[in-house]
């Protein structure tokens, strides 16, 4: 069986982070150190009272749950945050959750497509 590509995702480019990891290892390999804050984990060592802090949380079993509703502590949390970090007054229904990254990223696909 043969896969054929849609023609379109010719006209994807090279993911910001990948670009990126590209520029960093060519500094490294001028011998400068370069400290990598663009994906997820960190290149240098957690401090050991975050890897506690984890463990203790990771001790209640309160902690392994989802939520099947928005929870106000969540949403006024963001709410917050834009009005500290971005001066910006959001309302409640402009706020939602999903249920994963994935799930998030096919709603703002579904929310720009014309039906």
């Known amino acids: 069986m043969t896969l054929k590509v849609a023609d379109r995702m010719k006209d994807f480019e090279a993911g910001i982070f990948q670009v990126l990891n590209e520029k960093k290892e060519e500094v490294e390999k001028s011998g ?3 400290y990598n804050l663009s994906v997820g984990t ?3 060592p957690t401090e050991p009272h975050v890897i506690e802090a984890v463990v203790e949380a990771a001790k209640k ?4 749950k989802y939520a099947l509703k928005m929870l ?3 949403t006024q949390a963001v709410i917050n945050r834009f009005e500290k970090r971005y001066h910006v007054t959001l309302n409640e229904r402009e706020i939602t959750d999903v249920y994963g990254s994935q799930e998030g990223i096919t709603h703002i696909g579904l929310s720009l497509c014309k039906s």
């Open 32 to 34: 400068r150190k370069v």
């Open 42 to 44: 960190p290149d240098f």
């Open 61 to 64: 079993p309160a902690n392994y």
């Open 72 to 74: 106000p502590e969540l």
